[in-house]
């Protein structure tokens, strides 16, 4: 397993730099989107809120895969050439902001209804109030499952091995058939995802206790 | 169109349907078998026999943090070494069991600890051990609220199962692999379809769970 | 303390995971298989002409599993029966050490590396590497290949063998054939490399897609049995023999490779 390490770190390395890389701009853009689709899911126009539902239940309800792989063979045929790496960040993107439009609706409708009144009241418009007073709230109450979010993302990203998308479990799976080592190539980089994940998901707990 | 009606022909619709059932038994048996696992092990976790509940939770703790493709593999190419050796399908069975299980444990674990601490010690100055305690005052309670959460983790069951195509278990998502492999014009057809099936069920069963969820509390 | 605590734990479940039981054992497959009445054979799902899944019936056809159904009956005598696992260029090796599968016929090239964790028998296929391409493009061989994307599959020897011949292709590696040749479709990649017989197979089912720049590789293509499985790997070589002298491996070529447009299939024939 160590030989593993040290015969292989530049491309561990260079799987890991594209494992964050990917996971971090997917969380970026998620937040935005999933953050979007969590107000339009409590607008007062019906309509809208429908459309918000709609992309919720539809990105929830679709594994993963399929919406990677779609946009890795499918989106390139009619549309536009999209690179695996792009294509799996894309997917996990859409996914993921489903989850996180979920956790922030949950975050907004939590925040008592009063306060909306009574910030209208004061005078201000309702997207005055939504943005001074309820997401600020919103987002602590959201912030601890936000973080398991990310570390679902993070792991969810193995998704890009199967468009070739550099990770490092598409690394893995290079490295297993060349050395023929299967289970210390995937030995090592699990190692990795927990570099990643544990002190992530340790630190969501820790946070979570002390929110309570 | 044509490649729509071939691609969509029965022959190819049968076989991926034969593919959705073998989705939907993987999950059936997965969600049964880490729904009973994941009770006893966020039980444990409960439990303050400490060192157990630690040991335990580090394990859950791995499982939860690393991708669950990395669990496949283990299963499918790590079990030999321990004499036990599982085709495909049971394979991608105890790869979803382990994982799902300890997800379900940790659902199980705060759920308990979501029964008011009062409510078990109540019911155990009324003399009850604690065992009894657990097993007639606290898990009807903590299970109760804990349905809805339990069915969407048997979604994300359903939907994670397409990632056992790596080892070619003969799932929804490979048997499309298989169509969409013998003529790349059937690729649009096949994603479609394949959408559309897992959202049927998928969806179905999400709304069954906030059903159910709405009609508990 | 704490922080050992996890340490400890971390060490211990590693060591439980890689350490334990590497314990092969060294019983003749063989005898096993004698003993059984039965073959498991690793063969592809997804390569057509070689190991295809039929929607039919599920089953997996082509020349490597019609091969295989003979040499069974050759090894066991007729009431032999021959079951069948779907592997991936990936998949065969592990499989085939952890005993998932008694032996591999699945496009497997004969190959230095693989001779030091696995066994083979003699060639029983002729294979070499090749190009496919669309029809309208300017790749016409390997030379033309510099900063062009190469599209692989993983654990595939091809994928290798690019990067000694063609340094300055970019490769991406997919999961099987399916996947290949549908990157190829979305122009993820200019060329798909693979053995030739894998890709007039491709070219079969895609028109609009062409062999290109001849075989710039030999790919012998080996049964693959476990490591020191040398009695059962002469068995193989033994029914393949017996096969080639009665004429039923010329017949299985032509049932497979007959109709395929620019496929020298009569070169193959072997006495």
Redesign the interface.
């Known amino acids: ?1 160590i030989n593993i390490f040290t015969k292989f770190s530049s491309q561990l390395l260079i799987g890991l730099g594209w494992t964050v890389f990917s996971s971090i701009i997917a969380l970026f853009f998620s937040l935005i989107i999933g953050t979007i689709f969590a107000i339009m899911e409590v607008l007062p126009s019906k309509v809208m809120r429908t459309i918000g539902r709609a992309y919720v ?2 990105m ?7 919406i990677t ?2 946009f ?7 549309v536009v ?1 999209i ?2 790496f792009t294509a799996g960040t894309i997917g996990l993107t859409l996914y993921t902001s489903a989850f996180i439009a979920e956790t922030i609706r949950s975050g907004i409708q939590s925040v008592s209804g009063g306060q909306m009144e009574g910030a209208r009241s004061t005078g201000m418009t309702y997207w005055q109030a939504m943005r001074y007073i309820i997401l600020p709230q919103a987002f602590k109450i959201v912030i601890p499952p936000l973080g398991n979010q990310f ?1 679902n993302l993070v ?5 890009l ?4 998308g550099f990770d490092l ?2 690394q893995a ?2 490295i ?3 050395t ?1 080592d ?3 190539s ?2 090592v ?3 990795l ?2 570099i990643i ?2 002190p992530l ?2 630190y969501m707990q820790h946070l979570e206790k002390k929110l309570a | 169109m044509q490649n729509w009606i071939n691609a969509l022909s029965w022959l190819n619709l049968r076989f991926l349907l034969m593919g959705l059932w073998v989705t939907i038994y993987i999950s059936v048996i997965s969600v049964i078998l880490s729904f009973i696992i994941g009770s006893i092990l966020g039980i444990i976790r409960y439990s303050k026999i400490k060192w157990i509940s630690k040991i335990v939770g580090f394990i859950i ?2 499982i ?7 669990i496949i ?2 299963t499918y ?2 079990l030999p ?1 321990f004499g036990l050796r599982p085709e495909t399908i049971p394979a991608a069975i105890i790869a979803m069991t382990v994982f799902e299980s300890s997800m379900i444990a940790e659902i199980v674990r705060s759920g308990i600890q979501s029964v008011s601490e009062g409510q078990m010690e109540g019911a155990r100055s009324t003399g009850m051990s604690f065992v009894q305690a657990l097993w007639h005052v606290v898990l009807p309670q903590a299970y109760k609220n804990m349905i809805p959460t339990i069915i969407s983790q048997f ?1 994300s069951l359903i ?5 056992a ?2 080892i070619v278990v003969p799932e929804m ?1 490979q048997h499309a692999q298989v169509i969409y492999g013998q003529n790349a014009n059937y ?2 057809p096949m ?1 479609a379809a ?2 559309v099936l ?2 049927i069920v ?2 179905t069963l ?1 709304v069954i769970g906030n059903a159910i969820g709405r009609h508990l509390s | 303390m704490k922080k050992k605590f996890w340490l400890i734990s971390l060490m211990a479940c ?1 060591f439980l ?2 350490g334990c039981g590497k314990s092969t054992n060294n019983q003749s497959v063989l005898k096993d298989v004698q003993q059984a009445n039965t073959i498991t054979w690793g063969v592809k799902g997804d390569v057509k002409l070689f190991g295809l899944i039929d929607v039919h019936d599920g089953q997996q056809k082509g020349f490597d599993v019609d091969m295989a159904k003979h040499i069974t009956k050759h090894i066991l005598g007729p009431k032999g029966r021959a079951e069948f696992v779907t592997t991936t ?2 998949s065969r ?2 499989l085939l ?1 952890n005993r998932n599968v008694d032996a591999v016929i699945a496009t497997m090239t004969i190959t230095p ?2 001779k ?2 696995i066994s083979f028998s003699k060639s029983y296929f002729d294979a070499g590497q090749s190009l496919l391409v669309p029809k309208n493009s300017k790749i016409k061989s390997t030379k033309d290949l510099s900063g062009k994307t190469v599209i692989g599959v ?2 595939a020897n091809s994928v ?1 063998n690019i990067k000694k011949v063609a340094p300055k292709a970019k490769i ?4 099987d054939y399916a ?1 290949a040749m ?2 190829l ?4 990649g200019d060329a798909l490399t693979t053995d030739n017989g894998i890709l007039f197979g491709l070219a079969v089912q895609n028109p609009g897609y062409e062999v290109r720049g001849g075989t710039f590789t030999v790919e012998p293509y080996g049964v693959a049995v476990d490591k020191g499985q040398t009695a059962f790997a002469e068995a193989v070589d033994k029914a393949v023999l017996e096969m080639q002298h009665n004429g039923e491996y010329n017949r299985l070529i032509k049932k497979w490779f007959g109709d395929v447009p620019g496929f020298k299939y009569k070169e193959l024939y072997r006495q």
């Not at chain 1, 890795?72 to 009619?78: D, E, G, R, S």
């Not at chain 1, 091995?161 to 070739?164: E, M, P």
């Not at chain 2, 939907?159 to 990632?163: A, I, P």
Request: proline share 4%; hydrophobic share 45%.
């Open positions: 397993m239940e539809i929830r309800n679709i594994p993963l895969l399929v792989m779609f890795y063979l499918v989106i390139p045929n009619y050439k690179s695996g570390v792991k969810n990203s193995s998704v091995a199967f468009v070739a479990m598409y799976n290079t297993a058939s060349t023929f299967t289970i210390n995937y030995l980089v699990g190692i995802y927990l994940t544990l998901s340790y | 703790d791995i939860r943090n690393v991708p669950l493709l990395l593999f283990f190419f790590g070494n979604v939907k994670d199962t397409s990632l195509t790596i998502m690729i649009l994603f394949l959408a897992y959202f998928c969806f999400s | 590693i995971v890689s260029s990936q090796i592990p050490k590396e693989r030091k964790v993983v654990g290798q991406i590696e997919l999961q996947q549908n990157a479709k979305s122009k993820q």
